[in-house]
């Protein structure tokens, strides 16, 4: 039975819904891998911020979210993605167009559209922009 058909059930694993295989690549990646991945691109945000503007942290949060939108239009993925092995593609696998990584770099620069997540695993970030973070 598919979730058209039952809306109340509860997915077996992340990305069922959306068509994602249950493990391996192409699967929904996993929130440690995510988590991971946040840490090394804040901390990359951090470094080239210091070298702008030192002590001013708006800077980490423009820079971080300038960071994101360039590397997932141009790459599909970012530093710290590419590191644990993740990458961002449209709901169907096709890679993310240019206003999908703006609407995903400003909402992941708000944090809070990050913490709502739905059944597939997504955050409403990506929910918002058609987007899922895949593992490569």
Do not use: C
């Amino acid at each position: 039975m598919s979730y058209a058909q039952n809306p109340s059930r509860e997915p077996r694993w992340a990305g069922e819904f959306l068509g994602l295989p249950e493990s391996g690549p192409a699967s929904a990646a996993s929130y440690p891998r995510r988590i991971g991945a946040i840490f090394i691109d804040w901390f990359v945000a951090s470094g080239i911020a210091m070298i702008i503007e030192p002590g001013n942290s708006w800077w980490v949060l423009v820079v971080f979210i300038g960071m994101h939108f360039a590397l997932l239009w141009l790459f599909g993925t970012t530093l710290g993605k590419r590191v644990f092995k993740i990458q961002v593609v449209q709901v169907g696998g096709a890679t993310i167009k240019l206003y999908q990584a703006a609407i995903r770099a400003v909402l992941l620069g708000l944090v809070i559209p990050v913490l709502v997540i739905d059944r597939d695993g997504r955050g409403l970030h990506d929910k918002l922009a058609g987007t899922v973070q895949i593992h490569m």
